[in-house]
């Protein structure tokens, strides 16, 4: 077999419009111009534009402010995806093809990796999406109030939300296209996107590598670092990563097989739910506690009051020129013949994500606020 084009994965990447025959094993550049569709480079610029906006702010908060946490959970997210993402790619390297399979082919854009199933936007999307919702939840508190753990499951939400806006459009743009033959790993499913990967992808694995960056890398680690001391921190945080995925995806995973699927829909569906509800409650304490005056107002950094928003934004825009096409899907299916995700989710997402960016800013505007005169 060949395991860099098997045939589930020369059969998807017909369907996104390119073969996976000849590719190069390690870069392949395209036109920006010339890819499937035009939201293509705007998503490429977006995420890899956010990535090298998080490096900077990290880089920052490490040099001026004496915080390693951003600098590396930046690294500790790369260093999770190259130790998840090849498995996913090529299950048959790692003799996985009875335990996972294959799951889903990126589409090309124009920086790819890895035989063409490695985009650079998605080595970026990871640094983008954690400093994003890390720093999301700091500003409001949450670290300083609740601590690691629970400001790491606040952390799990924010990515929820954002993730999720994500997710549930890039199969109807083609940005990539999941196996509907993995029934194993990509059933059960909400509307086109596998309550696996919304749960554990989303945000089981941002949780779980900001508490351990945290814990590892922040000041309660060890107070002040050295760059040695912040790199081997950093690696073991982003490869343990995986395995706070394998526990959290072990009650569902106990009801695989024939005819439970409807058990790891509940399961799933109920774990999903669990990271709301604490994410909420989290957020809505940590606002309760602002307005109350029990935190002190944090620095308002143009990473925050800039990034999210733009994120958010663009993903917006792109929702509304996919609606005609997603309105216009029978059975799931557009006339392009691409699934659609959930609406309702993805509108849930993004306002649960307005809500959040409009209290971080909320809460990091107030310390750019002069102090009233007492008389």
């Known amino acids: 077999m060949d395991h860099t084009c098997e045939a589930a994965a020369e059969r998807l990447a017909e369907g996104l419009g390119f073969s996976c025959r000849d590719a190069e094993p390690v870069m392949d550049l395209r036109s920006p111009f010339g890819l499937e569709n035009g939201t293509m480079p705007v998503l490429e610029l977006l995420i890899v534009g956010g990535a090298v906006f998080a490096l900077v702010h990290a880089w920052r908060r490490w040099r001026r402010d004496g915080d390693p946490v951003n600098i590396s959970l930046w690294f500790a997210s790369v260093v999770y995806l190259a130790v998840i993402e090849p498995p996913l790619y090529f299950p048959g390297w790692f003799g996985l093809e009875e335990h996972v399979g294959f799951i889903f082919s990126h589409n090309v854009f124009t ?10 936007y998605i080595v970026a999307f990871y640094p983008a999406l954690s400093q994003l919702a890390y720093e999301l939840v700091r500003a409001l508190g949450v670290f300083a109030r609740r601590g690691p753990l629970l400001g790491s499951v606040a952390v799990a939400f924010a990515c929820q939300v954002f993730y999720e806006i994500f997710d549930h459009l890039g199969p109807q743009l083609k940005w990539w296209a999941w196996n509907p033959g993995n029934e194993m790993i990509n059933q059960p499913a909400l509307a086109s996107v596998p309550m696996n990967s919304m749960l554990l992808f989303a945000s089981v694995s941002f949780g779980a590598m900001t508490y351990l960056v945290v814990r590892l890398a922040g000041r309660d680690g060890g107070g002040a670092l050295t760059g040695p ?20 995806s ?3 995973g106990a009801f695989r097989g024939e005819g439970q699927l409807g058990i790891q829909r509940a399961i799933l569906g109920a774990e999903l739910l669990a990271v709301w509800l604490a994410g909420l409650y989290l957020l809505a304490d940590a606002w309760r506690a602002r307005r109350a005056g029990a935190v002190e107002p944090m620095a308002s950094p143009l990473f925050v009051r800039v990034y999210p928003a733009a994120y958010l934004g663009v993903h917006v825009i792109l929702w509304l020129g996919a609606l005609p096409a997603y309105f216009a899907a029978t059975g799931g299916v557009t006339e392009q013949g691409t ?3 959930s ?4 509108a849930l997402c993004a306002a649960a994500a ?3 960016l409009a209290a971080a800013i909320r809460a990091t505007a107030a ?3 002069p102090e009233p005169v007492r008389s």
């Open 229 to 248: 001391g912040i790199a081997w921190r950093t690696a073991v945080a982003g490869a343990a990563t995986p395995l706070a995925m394998i526990i959290v």
């Open 339 to 341: 699934p659609v995700g």
């Open 367 to 369: 310390r750019a606020a």
């Open 343 to 346: 609406l309702w989710y993805a």
């Open 354 to 356: 307005a809500g959040l």
């Open 111 to 120: 920086v790819q990796f890895m035989y063409d199933r490695l985009p650079l």
């Open 250 to 252: 072990a009650p569902s």
